[in-house]
Every structure is written in structure tokens, then in C-alpha cells.
């Protein structure tokens, strides 16, 4: 088990296109959760699976913004029509069914920079 | 809605002493999760403890231990004998009983933690 995996580490596209994250949690994890990071503040809660359901979004999840988890384990977050001010980093993390003191274990992120 | 304030921006603790992390919140909820969280340097953010608000002992994981105060909330952290190691970005953050809040967990800013040699 190596923990939450997120790919690509870094990203940089061009204000328009659409973008695609990958997020594999830790296999015997059943929730998942997208945050948003940007420079200088703390994580932003973005939208919550459990296994293939998606139980909560964030209003900052606009239109532009789409996540999936189909089979309840691996996830995507895609970025439509990207803006300069999705620029971020996009975490991922998951925790076990049960309560398990509600920890929440992250991945490395990734970084996005839309010029 | 909930709100995380961490009010120091940055902290600063020479090898091997003691430093104190501030942070406050607001709810109207009895029932919730307090987190600290680590964020080193482009590196994954871990958790450093965790305070269940139920409990009025303060949680303690080795050289970290926090002091809780409900009534205040208030949900400091203290470092004893500090690491270089301990340089990072550290995070506070609360989160609701699935039950009444969702599943969002809320985090401060952050406070950035040097620690001088």
C-alpha cells in the first residue's frame, strides 16, 4: 500500500482547454474526497464520494468542474474551459468506511498553472 | 457555517523548545472533529492529532499535544522539543458529525512553522 496516489504532479495548460486528474486512494478506502489549494491558504473542500455515489459538492464546484468515481475506485476531477484562476493545487484524500477517527489520508496533489 | 482562524501567519521555535499553534472556530454544533494537520514543503499533508469535541481530555501524540478548550473554541497546538523536521505548514481543521454537517472538512490558513537550528 503506498497511500493516496495522484497523477499527474504537475499540469500546465492553456486557459481554454480542458483538463483531467487522476486520484487512486488507498484500496481498501471507500471515501473520497477533492479539495482545492491555492497558494498561501489552506485546502478548500471541493466534493465527497462514498464508494461510487458523489454525496456532496462544494458550490465552488462550478459547471466547469466534473468528478467522477465509477466503480467506487478511482477517481477524476475534470476542469473544463480552464481559467487563470483555476490555477491550484487540486488534492485528493480518502478514509476508511467506518469512522475510524475520521482521518483523512492525502495524496501529493496536483499542481495546475492555466496560462 | 463553520469557520477555522489560524492567526498566526507564521511561527518561529529554535531547536528543541517549545512552540504553541493557535487556533479558534466557530459552530453551533456540540458534536464535532478537530484536526492538526502537517504540510510539509511540496510534500503530502499528514495528520499530526486529532480531538474528538465529546472528549475533554486533550489529545497528545508524543512530543505533540493540544489544549482544547470547547467553551472558547479554542484548539492549540504544542510542540515540545522541537524538530527541524517539525518545518512546515501546519493546518487546523474541523469537521461536522456526518450526520448533522456532511463530510467537508473545514481548515484554517495555515501557520508556517521555521525552526532555527
Known amino acids: 500500500d503506498t497511500g493516496v496516489s495522484q497523477n499527474p504532479r504537475h499540469k500546465i495548460t492553456k486557459r481554454g482547454q480542458n483538463v483531467t486528474f487522476r486520484c487512486d486512494p488507498i484500496?481498501?478506502?471507500?471515501?473520497l474526497y477533492w479539495y482545492r489549494q491555492t497558494l498561501g491558504q489552506g485546502p478548500e473542500f471541493l466534493t465527497y464520494?462514498?464508494?461510487?455515489?458523489?454525496?456532496?459538492k462544494s458550490r465552488l464546484l462550478s459547471d466547469r468542474f466534473s468528478a467522477e468515481r465509477p466503480k467506487g475506485s478511482f477517481s477524476t476531477l475534470e476542469i473544463q474551459r480552464t481559467e487563470q484562476g483555476d490555477s491550484a493545487m487540486y488534492l485528493c484524500a480518502s478514509s476508511p468506511g467506518t469512522h475510524s477517527k475520521n482521518i483523512q489520508y492525502f495524496g501529493a496533489g496536483t499542481r495546475l498553472s492555466v496560462l | 457555517a463553520q469557520t477555522v482562524t489560524q492567526s498566526q501567519p507564521e511561527m518561529s521555535v529554535q531547536e528543541a523548545e517549545t512552540v504553541t499553534l493557535s487556533c479558534t472556530y466557530d459552530?453551533?454544533?456540540?458534536?464535532?472533529?478537530l484536526f492538526w494537520y502537517k504540510q510539509p514543503p511540496s510534500r503530502q499533508m499528514i495528520l499530526v492529532i486529532r480531538?474528538?469535541?465529546?472528549?475533554?481530555q486533550n489529545a497528545t501524540e508524543n512530543r505533540f499535544s493540544v489544549n482544547f478548550q470547547k467553551a472558547a473554541k479554542s484548539f492549540s497546538l504544542k510542540i515540545s522539543d522541537s524538530q527541524l523536521g517539525d518545518a512546515a505548514m501546519y493546518f487546523c481543521a474541523y469537521r461536522s458529525q456526518p450526520y448533522t454537517g456532511g463530510f467537508k472538512t473545514i481548515f484554517g490558513a495555515g501557520t508556517r512553522l521555521f525552526v532555527k537550528a
Open positions: 459552530t453551533s454544533e456540540s458534536d464535532y472533529y
Open positions: 480531538q474528538e469535541a465529546y472528549k475533554q
Open positions: 464520494f462514498q464508494n461510487e455515489a458523489q454525496l456532496e
Open positions: 484500496s481498501e478506502h471507500n471515501r
